[in-house]
Each structure stands twice: as C-alpha cells, then as structure tokens.
C-alpha cells in the first residue's frame, strides 16, 4: 500500500531560521505531490504542488520544496521562517494511475518571536 | 464567494446514535471527499465521490456511510457502528485528474459521549 512519512512530528523554531520538512513516498509509479498548510483555527490550504517538470518548485509564502525522484522524496523548505508560519504541514501523494491522495502524518511547526 | 462549507462547527452525540455531518461545496467539483483528521495520525480517507450517485470507500469506511444525491451535496453518516467516532472531520472537493488539487472545508469536530 502507498503510504507517505513525515519524519518531523513537532518542529520549533525561531524566527528567521531556516526549515526543512522531510516527506518521503513509497510508491514506484509516477506521482503528484502536494504540500498543505493548516493555520491555527483554519481550513486546509494548498502551499505547492508538483506534477513534472523542474523539481524545484516555488509555493506561496516564500516556500519551496525539491522533488527528487532517487530518494521519492518531495522536502519542504523556508530560509527564514516568520512567526505567522506557525501552523501544521502536510505532504501528500496522488498517483498518476489513481484516484485517491495519501496525506502524511502532519508536521507542527512552531515558530518563536 | 466559491468554497466548501461544513456545518456545525462542533457537534456533540450520544453514544449509540447516528449523525449526519453536512458538506456543500459551489465550486462545480465533480470529486468530493471525507477525511477524518486524528492527532498524529494525520488524514485519512473515510469515503470519495466522483460522479453524482456514485461513491467509492476509501482506507476507513466502516461505520460511515455517504450520498451523493446532488453534485453540491456530500453528507457523511457516522453511525452507531462507529468504533471511534470522535474526531475531527474535513470535506473537500476537486476537479476530476490527478492534476487537480483538493479544496478543503473548514471541518467539522464530532464529540461522541
């Protein structure tokens, strides 16, 4: 079964530091993949997306993630995280051959003025 | 404004009763989704509906059902059967293809007693 881990289950940091968030996928297949980000106190939203192309891609907010195929891996990154980052991250997979996306556990970022 | 919304906000039952939470999307999605969200668990898929009058079950579905009456409409039934009901639980919607990203409602908390 496809499954997708996100190593980082609570991330803390400061403001202006750099972030990574790992996400690594299992599937042998060609996938799309997703970041999303949950505010305190609201709905899911889309940060990036990749579907082919140049693996790094550039979302809202100054955030970025690199697909690389070898190590079915899609990492988010920051160079300087701001405190209105706060929020909880989730990665997620949809196959091309399938209908269904696969969310990893979530990540929470706390970031501290 | 186009979006998904869920309704209540928070929802409290008694053990041994079904409950029906509401999900109305005006996007003109053909997909819509159920997740339930668990800390540290992340998302799961509960039900998805691609065509009106159709559905599929996703990882989760047992003590849940679904209709998908009206293409605006997707409401989630967590019945009695339900092991672990109690849960946060999120509607979203697509446009149909692997491209397509997921709308996320606001959700719904279920508090079952």
């Known amino acids: 079964a496809q499954s997708v881990s996100q190593h980082n289950h609570h991330v803390i940091l400061s403001e202006a530091a750099s972030l990574e968030l790992g996400c690594n996928y299992s599937y042998g297949g060609t996938v799309n993949l997703f970041w999303y980000v949950q505010y305190p106190g609201q709905h899911l939203q889309l940060l990036l997306k990749y579907f082919s192309g140049d693996p790094l891609v550039k979302g809202i907010k100054g955030f970025e993630a690199e697909f690389i195929k070898s190590k079915f891996s899609f990492n988010l990154r920051k160079p300087s995280v701001q405190w209105s980052d706060t929020a909880e991250y989730f990665c997620a997979v949809i196959p091309r051959t399938g209908n269904q996306f696969y969310f990893g556990t979530g990540t929470s970022l706390t970031v501290i003025p | 404004d186009g979006g998904i919304t869920q309704s209540p906000k928070y929802l409290f039952r008694k053990e041994g009763q079904n409950v029906t939470l509401s999900c109305e999307q005006n996007l003109n999605h053909d997909a819509m989704y159920w997740y339930r969200q668990d800390p540290g668990q992340g998302l799961r898929l509960i039900y998805y509906s691609q065509i009106v009058n159709d559905f599929q079950k996703g990882d989760i579905a047992e003590g849940y059902s679904v209709s998908r009456e009206k293409k605006e409409s997707f409401p989630l039934t967590v019945t009695s059967a339900q092991k672990n009901p109690t849960a946060f639980y999120l509607c979203?919607?697509?446009?149909?293809?692997?491209?397509?990203?997921?709308?996320f409602g606001n959700g719904t908390r279920l508090t079952v007693t």
């Open positions: 979203a919607s697509s446009i149909l293809g692997q491209n397509s990203p997921l709308h």
